[in-house]
């Protein structure tokens, strides 16, 4: 019965395919040994070749190597070819202060594509069973997961250079229990299991025994529930996806742009989904303490009328709002202050990676581009000109308009982004004054009409 309801999961979502080789995941307790036995059962089915890989993880000293011996012996009775490796656990968590489960699953997995390798095996096998799904469900839904990370447990994935199928996940873990009385199995039993310290073991303990006197079918439908969410988040994703591409100002490996306004013209579930596609370019590893709270906060901070604002996420990631542009980054950018004395003629390159271009108007006067070049008559300010960053209550004579205007008011005005605002180049004379803001404004010190007689000066913003 056993036997064909994992046989039927395998046909149904194509997990196993003929004359392959296959690295079996395998501790030497009930889950794993069960699954090692049932596919030597089935092999002949699909003639595949099995190497079974087992890691003493050495928590529990000489009992825990009883067990990975007890793996070498099984695979020595069947004839299945065996790999093994005894990591030093605890001495790695001491190093990098990481949890015993996160320590364990690296190393154990970091192995197991070891194994892959030397044998060109193309798929990897493991025991996780109904109950599993239940729980990890349960967990992550407790803990605020978003996405396909609520969907649980996949019973197939991409890994390394091929695939990871669990083949036991539409059975429970009495049906694993009860195959391996029938069949003469006399797994390890791990006591760690047992000790309601873990939270993993709580929830198997004290939630999972009452849903399943509701019902006890509840794992099956919670793995079609499984089901159900990849394939809703696979199709969403490719949706979103599509339309990233309008969201994207810049990306780096440090820091990503993106237009807020994009994110919300799309449909509420992908503005979610947008998010979280964000989220995954910038953390190379998920945080732990990530949640759909963290989610609801970035469409709060979007949706927010005031045009600057910030949020701060886990591990130092940092979201900074600027109009309708939002900058995610790990650090916070430092001003960057710089004086530099203007060529005339020649270039000046600036730090933002544009320069200002300057020569003297010998014949025709050339067209102007915008508030991106400035015509500067030669007796109407002091030399040497200087480019540099504003300062703090700094005013300009804005051309055509009576009066001075603070720089701070012209940037709010024209929506410079607040990140922007202190590393804009600022064009002054010798005397201090501001004549000139490349790109934006420019002071009345560039006439309306300009005389031949006058010594003219060009003066270009472009990118370096």
């Avoid at 049906?175 to 039993?189: C, N």
Wanted: with cysteine.
């Amino acid at each position: 019965m056993i036997k064909e309801k994992v046989l039927n999961t395998i046909y149904r979502n194509e997990l196993i395919q003929e004359k392959t080789k296959l690295v079996v995941g395998v501790s030497g307790g009930p889950d794993s040994m069960v699954l090692l036995h049932i596919l030597k059962e089935i092999q002949p089915l699909f003639q595949y070749e099995m190497i079974v890989a087992s890691v003493d993880h050495m928590f529990r000293g000489e009992e825990s190597y009883e067990d990975y011996q007890y793996v070498e012996r099984i695979c020595a009775r069947w004839g299945i070819a065996f790999e093994g490796k005894r990591i030093d656990v605890p001495a790695r968590m001491k190093l990098t202060g990481e949890s015993s489960q996160i320590t364990s699953r690296k190393l154990r997995f970091a192995f197991y594509e070891e194994v892959m390798d030397k044998h060109k095996g193309e798929t990897l096998v493991l025991g996780h069973h109904g109950d599993d799904q239940i729980e990890t469900m349960l967990m992550r839904l407790t803990r605020g997961a978003t996405g396909k990370a609520r969907a649980g447990i996949p019973i197939k994935r991409r890994f390394h250079t091929g695939q990871l199928i669990r083949p036991l996940l539409e059975i429970t873990k009495s049906q694993i229990m009860e195959y391996a009385d029938l069949h003469g199995i006399e797994p390890r039993l791990d006591p760690s299991n047992d000790q309601d310290t873990y939270l993993r073991n709580r929830f198997r303990h004290e939630v999972l025994p009452f849903l399943k006197q509701e019902n006890g079918k509840v794992h099956e439908h919670f793995q079609r529930f499984s089901e159900e969410l990849y394939d809703d988040e696979a199709f969403l994703s490719n949706l979103v996806s599509s339309k990233m591409s309008n969201v994207w100002i810049k990306r780096d490996e440090n820091q990503a742009v993106i237009k807020i306004d994009e994110v919300l013209a799309m449909p509420k579930p992908l503005q979610r989904r947008a998010i979280q596609l964000i989220l995954n370019y910038l953390y190379l590893e998920r945080p732990s303490s990530l949640s759909a709270l963290h989610i609801d906060q970035l469409l709060v901070l979007f949706f927010n009328p005031q045009p600057s604002a910030e949020l701060h996420l886990p591990e130092g990631l940092i979201a900074e709002k600027s109009y309708q542009t939002c900058i995610f980054r790990f650090f916070r950018q430092k001003s960057q202050k710089y004086s530099l004395k203007l060529q005339i003629p020649g270039e000046t390159i600036l730090p933002n990676g544009y320069k200002i271009k300057a020569h003297y108007i010998k014949e025709e006067i050339p067209a102007l581009r915008g508030n991106h070049s400035f015509i500067l008559p030669e007796s109407a300010v002091r030399f040497p000109l200087a480019v540099r960053t504003r300062k703090e209550g700094e005013r300009m004579a804005v051309k055509g308009l009576c009066g001075t205007k603070k720089l701070k008011d012209i940037f709010i005005n024209e929506k410079i982004p607040m990140q922007e605002r202190n590393v804009w180049p600022v064009i002054i004379d010798h005397a201090g004054t501001v004549i000139w803001l490349p790109g934006i404004k420019k002071s009345d010190v560039e006439p309306d009409m300009f005389s031949d007689e006058t010594s003219l000066i060009y003066l270009e913003y472009k990118k370096a």
